[in-house]
């Protein structure tokens, strides 16, 4: 680490219950103390990871030391960043975060790339006598990689069954797993569908008669001409994500219907608006699922909508964060794009609740199906979802 980047940060209060892999398990590392009797020395230790509050404890003992520092960064950076006492020996790694406001004007927070702890990295820990540079080294050194983060069930999209009463409705998830659902019921079995491992979404269009594709966390239940989709699941949350990182390939066109309920209609112009697909992640904290309904004869009253990225909370319980991506033009060839769609927090201290439902995972053909409008010819295609940190 070359270039010294002062970050004081302060001290918060842990949970350990992650493991550290420490550089002293090799027994090719370095030794992290020097020192002769009269010199300069010190021993350092790494505890207490807390990979949702992305925070470490670092613990120093030194000698013969006038002016004892502290620097941490991820391994391979060109930057590291000091650590402050905490007022009782110890030295806290936390993240820091940029404020600032997402485009409904709410107050939003994005980690600093490179502050806290997060799964699956590797951070150095330097411990120095006086301010680092070219002429005063690290006194003591410690390198550990936090554990993995959490893995989205059926995330290449691999798992599929049959359900209904004909055994005729696609399920995507695996015989006995309901981690994922859609819209498909025994009107349409073609909202979303295997498409050679992948999961593919289309709308049905007749007429009047409109339902865009999707593929969502929760439950599904259709009665008569309406159908309500139940958002969430429950997650037991080791890591707060970065960002959610998902292949897809989409066909956009302009609308071809209009909900009359659609509180925009005035808005938009059939054939002429362009339709967008959407793919969005959300932390949650609700103690139930949030159910939407859409379908024939649905009054605005009934819908029940709700959008991440326009309010922080709903009926149910709290959003704490999300990630959202607008898909306004359709991809070339038969190429999947990667993308990786970046976390914002409303919250970035509570932890959901274990029984609490607590992850929203949401794709859909049309941004505003909930009122029936839509392309009926959009496709969108999704495949290997995970998080990044």
């Not at 470490?56 to 060109?78: I, M, R, W």
């Amino acid at each position: 680490m070359k270039k010294i980047l002062t970050y004081a940060v302060a001290a918060v209060a842990v949970t350990a219950f992650l493991s550290v892999q420490s550089c002293t398990d090799d027994p090719a590392a370095p030794d992290n103390t020097s020192g002769g009797a009269d010199e300069p020395s010190a021993t350092v230790s790494v505890s207490d990871i807390d990979l949702w509050a992305n925070t470490a404890k670092v613990t120093v003992t030194a000698e013969n030391v006038s002016d004892l520092k502290v620097y941490y960064g991820e391994k391979g950076s060109q930057a590291s960043h000091e650590i402050e006492p905490d007022g009782n020996g110890d030295y806290i790694i936390t993240a820091g975060y940029t404020a600032s406001q997402n485009e409904a004007k709410l107050n939003i927070s994005t980690p600093v790339e490179g502050t806290g702890v997060f799964a699956g990295r590797t951070y150095v820990v330097e411990v120095f006598d006086g301010d680092p540079s070219e002429d005063n080294t690290a006194i003591a050194t410690e390198e550990f990689t936090a554990e993995g983060g959490d893995v989205i069930p059926n995330a290449d999209m691999s798992g599929w069954s049959m359900i209904g009463d004909n055994a005729n409705i696609p399920y995507p998830n695996a015989e006995g797993s309901d981690f994922w659902t859609s819209g498909n019921n025994a009107f349409t079995t073609g909202l979303c569908t295997d498409d050679n491992g992948s999961a593919k979404l289309q709308p049905l269009g007749l007429g009047t008669i409109f339902a865009c594709g999707n593929i969502f966390t929760g439950a599904f239940v259709q009665t008569g001409l309406k159908g309500t989709a139940s958002f969430g699941q429950q997650f037991e949350w080791a890591a707060r994500p970065k960002a959610l990182r998902v292949k897809y390939k989409a066909e956009i066109g302009a609308m071809t219907t209009i909900g009359t309920v659609d509180p925009e209609k005035d808005n938009l112009v059939k054939d002429e608006s362009i339709d967008k697909a959407r793919i969005y992640a959300v932390v949650t904290d609700w103690e139930e699922r949030h159910g939407v309904t859409s379908g024939l004869g649905v009054i605005l009253e009934e819908i029940n909508p709700w959008d991440p990225a326009t309010q922080t909370s709903v009926e149910e319980g709290a959003i704490l964060g999300y990630a959202s991506q607008m898909i306004d033009e359709s991809t070339e060839g038969d190429d999947f794009v990667t993308i990786e769609i970046p976390f914002v927090w409303y919250d970035t201290e509570t932890k959901p609740a274990a029984d609490n439902y607590s992850i929203v995972i949401s794709c859909a053909t049309s941004y505003r199906g909930d009122y029936l409008t839509g392309c009926a010819t959009n496709k969108l295609w999704v495949d290997d979802f995970e998080f990044v940190y």
